[in-house]
C-alpha cells in the first residue's frame, strides 16, 4: 500500500477515535491530530521497516579482543502492545567477543529498531540479546533493560515509581556465575566525572 494511502487510513482512524471520545474532531485545535498521530506512530514503529541484521552487519570487525565489551545506560523508547502507551528506560548490553566485535554505536541502533515495534519488554530484551548473540558469534551476551511503563503509572495500579527489570542471558553470561556477575556490577557503577 503507497505510504499516503496508509496515512489517509490511519487519519480517518484518529478521527472517528476523536468523535468516539467524544470529541468534535472539526474543532481548531484538533484539524491537524489526525495527520500528527499518524505521522506520529509512523515513527514510533519505524522498527518494523528496519533490519536489525543488517545494522549489524556494516560494522563488524576481526579482533582479538576477548574481555567483556559494555555499552550501559542506552535510552529506549517503546510503545506496550497490550495498551499502545509508552515505556521507556535505559539498556544495559554486554558481549565478550569471539575473533569479532561490533562499532558500539551500533548497540544502542539495534535497541532502537526492536524498540520502535509494538512490544513487551521481556520480547524486547531478548531480542536484542538473540540478534547480537546469532550475528557476532560471540562467547556471550548479556542484556538487562530497566523500564517504565505508563500503562502502569497512568492507569490501573497508578504505580509511579515502579521500575520493571528484565535481563536475558546467553553464552557465558548463562552458564559461568562470574561472568554475570561482573556484568551485573559493571552496570550499576557511575561513571566519575
Known amino acids: 500500500m503507497p505510504k499516503a494511502r496508509e496515512n489517509k487510513a490511519v487519519q480517518r482512524v484518529i478521527t472517528e477515535l476523536l468523535s468516539q471520545m467524544g470529541e468534535d474532531p472539526s474543532r481548531e485545535g484538533l484539524l491537524k491530530t489526525p495527520d500528527r498521530v499518524a505521522k506520529m506512530y509512523e515513527f514510533l514503529t519505524k522498527g518494523y521497516r528496519e533490519d536489525a541484521n543488517a545494522v549489524l552487519s556494516k560494522a563488524v570487525f576481526t579482533e582479538r579482543y576477548s574481555e567483556m565489551v559494555i555499552v550501559r545506560d542506552i535510552d529506549f523508547f517503546s510503545l506496550c502492545e497490550h495498551h499502545l502507551v509508552p515505556f521507556y528506560g535505559k539498556c544495559h548490553i554486554a558481549y565478550i567477543p569471539n575473533g569479532k566485535i561490533i562499532g558500539l554505536s551500533k548497540l544502542p541502533r539495534v535497541v532502537e529498531v526492536f524498540a520502535r515495534r509494538l512490544q ?47 535481563s536475558a542471558m546467553l553464552g557465558t553470561f548463562r552458564d559461568d556465575v562470574k561472568t554475570r556477575t561482573e556484568f551485573l556490577t559493571l552496570i550499576q557503577r557511575k561513571l566519575e566525572t
Open 120 to 166: 513487551v519488554q521481556e520480547r524486547l530484551t531478548q531480542q536484542i540479546a538473540d540478534t547480537i548473540f546469532s550475528r557476532l558469534k560471540p562467547q556471550g551476551v548479556g542484556v538487562v533493560m530497566e523500564a517504565r511503563h505508563l500503562c502502569m503509572m497512568m492507569r490501573g495500579v497508578e504505580q509511579h515509581d515502579s521500575v520493571a527489570t528484565t
